[in-house]
């Protein structure tokens, strides 16, 4: 069988494809069903979705701590299989940016509103009520430590590994089929072209829209509790639930302005300015705060991490406090699994051209590094302020995780010019990824468009801001996290499907090469002939059928032993 794969002969992903009127019926009634409920029914809509989070928590934890390791392991072992050398495209495609751009973008990605509000605040909160079963006391600098090594343990391999796969099962279906931007077409080797194309393929995109809008909205409710408290800090604003609504509805105004102006070919251009504000909010930190501890601590605290990973990664509910897991891993696991169809989608984009090993090591490592940067840098000085007894950073954890960012910023010189800096980076990246994740369901319900029609963002991107408002009325912090697990239950699902599906193309792409395990075939065979001679007494002939059968598989071009 020929090594080299034929070129992408399938249709390319529509341009301009009209709105798929079903999907977005459906989709948009079912989105504005939950915020009428929550906005004129908030203590039936507490009590419903307190009670299912904790059937779902009682239920289903093992379901999102297993999925997630499932899709780290695949990744690791995709990247180092032969599956490795398929090139995302055509044979001959080169990748369309090169690495700097394409580490720069994918770094993008990962440095988000999420990184600004827990990059101080989570260290904090495990240093002062340390995870159970860790065994160390809190505040002390064993629980600084384990600190970091769960805040790593939730950004870095991990989620990258579910963005990963998501991202590659797009990408392979988009450059390498030519099947479109649809998550569903992904599915195509499951469901069949027809089925994929039919009902059973929208029920995946519909499932992938609503896990983008209350992934995203989670985001941009994080977004406005810190831009609302940086404002009460800064300018002694109250900060209050009037304030935070004020700053959904005028971030919303701005990004609805950027799409029907046509800035979103800004978006890179501004999110290369956010992390450049970013990297040089972390560089002022790093020189001005504990810069010795900070260098100590990233190969200490990885280290840790990569030690006590596989504990970490395969605790559930049955020996651990169900209330804390839900809390941080079992949300994080069902906020990244939201985000996926969203970052899949931007990290497939710009991956085009590049073999499967060169984007899952790049999309594992890179933003995974560079947030254990951001963790040692951002939080580690903040731990280190507190140990020392420079400030009291553990008192800021009564506040919120959003007060954290702020206080560090405080005990620094320059802190008012630098609190400002850091909530024009978190109102920015509220634009953007209303944005981007805006396109991405415009997309998902419009047979997969690249450009989708303007009103269909913006409608999409209105939708997550009034989900965002409702869900931090009816409970703030609690109501986003409880949403976003509810929401990804059934969408861990589809994940998983889809890890199958891509397999299964994968298996039967000649790109990968010939099987490595032919070794392994001729065992197997050999093994049958012997038992085969014991049972039947024929054990004189066993060498000579030996011989026969290493011969017949070097005849196949099998490396049987020789």
């Not at 989709?27 to 029914?41: K, S």
């Not at 986003?480 to 890890?499: D, G, R, Y």
């Not at 049958?528 to 059928?545: E, K, L, N």
Request: charged fraction near 15%; include cysteine; glycine fraction near 10%.
């Amino acid at each position: 069988m020929s090594t080299q794969s034929p070129e992408v002969t399938g249709s390319r992903a529509p341009e301009d494809e009209a709105p798929d009127p079903p999907l977005v019926l459906i989709g948009g009634a079912a989105v504005l069903a939950v915020v009428a409920w929550a906005a004129l029914g908030k203590h039936s809509f507490e009590r419903v979705s307190t009670a299912a989070l904790g059937w779902v928590l009682s239920n289903f934890a093992w379901l999102f701590v297993t999925a997630a390791d499932v899709f780290l392991v695949l990744c690791l072992v995709i990247a180092v299989s032969r599956f490795g050398r398929i090139r995302l495209g055509a044979d001959g495609d080169q990748p369309e940016f090169g690495n700097l751009a394409w580490i720069a973008m994918m770094f993008s990605a990962g440095m988000g509103i999420g990184l600004m509000f827990y990059g101080v605040g989570e260290p904090l909160q495990h240093f002062v009520t340390p995870p159970p079963g860790s065994g160390v006391s809190a505040g002390s600098p064993a629980a600084a430590r384990t600190a970091l090594e769960y805040s790593f343990f939730h950004w870095t391999l991990h989620p990258w590994a579910i963005y990963g796969m998501s991202g590659l099962a797009l990408a392979y279906a988009g450059f390498r089929k030519g099947r479109g931007n649809r998550l569903s077409s992904a599915f195509v080797p499951l469901l069949g072209e027809e089925r994929a194309a039919g009902w059973p393929g929208r029920v995946i995109d519909l499932l992938a829209v609503f896990a983008t809008v209350f992934g995203t909205a989670t985001s941009l409710g994080l977004g406005a509790l810190q831009v609302a408290k940086g404002l009460n800090i800064t300018t002694g604003a109250k900060d209050s639930t009037a304030l935070e609504l004020v700053i959904i509805a005028a971030l919303s105004a701005a990004f609805v302005l950027s799409a029907f102006s046509g800035l979103h070919k800004g978006v890179k251009w501004l999110s290369t300015l956010n992390i450049a504000l970013a990297a040089c909010l972390m560089v002022f930190v790093f020189l001005l705060g504990p810069t010795v501890f900070v260098l100590n601590a990233i190969p200490s605290a990885t280290g840790g991490y990569l030690s006590d990973l596989i504990t970490m990664a395969t605790r559930t509910g049955a020996f651990t406090d169900s209330a804390w897991l839900g809390a941080w891993t079992v949300f994080y696991w069902a906020w990244w699994l939201s985000w996926a169809p969203f970052v899949g989608t931007f990290i497939a984009r710009i991956s085009r051209g590049r073999t499967i090993r060169e984007f899952l090591v790049g999309v594992l490592l890179v933003p995974s590094g560079a947030t254990v940067v951001w963790f040692c840098v951002m939080g580690g000085s903040a731990l280190r302020l507190d140990m020392t007894g420079t400030a009291d950073m553990a008192g800021t954890v009564k506040e919120g995780a959003e007060a954290s960012l702020f206080a560090l910023l405080d005990t620094l010189p320059l802190a008012t010019l630098t609190s400002w800096i850091a909530m024009a980076l978190v109102m920015t990246y509220f634009i953007t990824s209303a944005d981007s994740a805006s396109l991405v369901m415009g997309s998902l319900t419009s047979r997969g468009a690249l450009h989708p029609r303007t009103w269909l963002v913006v409608v999409w991107g209105v939708l997550m801001a009034a989900v965002a408002a409702v869900l931090l009325v009816a409970g703030g912090l609690k109501s986003l996290q409880s949403a976003t697990i509810l929401v990804a239950l059934p969408f861990v699902l589809v994940m998983l499907a889809l890890c199958g599906s891509l397999l299964s193309e994968l298996r039967e792409d000649p790109g990968a090469g010939p099987a490595r395990h032919h070794a392994l075939h001729g065992l197997r065979d050999a093994l049958r002939t012997m038992v085969g001679d014991a049972m039947t007494g024929q054990a004189p002939v066993r060498h000579h059928r030996l011989r026969r059968v290493a011969e017949s598989a070097r005849e196949r071009g099998d490396e049987g032993p020789r």
